[in-house]
Nanobody
């Protein structure tokens, strides 16, 4: 069982940056694949970025490639999403998620067993 708590959301102007953090409890954090999803009002929850446990492979949605960076610190049981060059269309609630198969990059939200409560990111134009 893993509990996830996100932090770092807020209001930022277009072109600005934010860093989201996801703190996890549990001794097996290092074995989990970690991901960030987001959900804008009236839209489906969508994948943003993924980082595996084994090998540290990453995946980014096309819409955030080159602007967002996912990372993890297994010693601190944390994952992070550095978001640069933010756009108004990045406005959403951002969720941290974990899957216990650390070898695989899953982009389907149904593959993730554990979720945080979400943190709001608002980008003004």
């Amino acid at each position: 069982q893993v509990q996830l708590v996100e932090s770092g959301g807020g209001l930022v102007q277009a072109g600005g940056s934010l860093r989201l953090s996801c703190a996890a409890n549990g001794r097996t954090f290092s074995t989990y694949t970690m991901a960030w999803f987001r959900q804008a009002p009236g839209k489906e929850r969508e994948i943003v970025a993924v980082v595996t446990s084994i090998g540290g492979a990453t995946y980014y949605a096309e819409s955030v490639k080159g602007r967002f960076t996912i990372s993890r610190d297994n010693a601190e049981n944390t994952a992070a999403l550095q978001m640069n060059s933010l756009k108004p269309e990045d406005t959403a609630v951002y969720y941290c998620a974990a899957d216990d198969d650390g070898r695989v990059i899953y982009t389907n939200r149904r593959s993730y067993e554990y979720w945080g409560q979400g943190t709001q990111v608002t980008v003004s134009s």
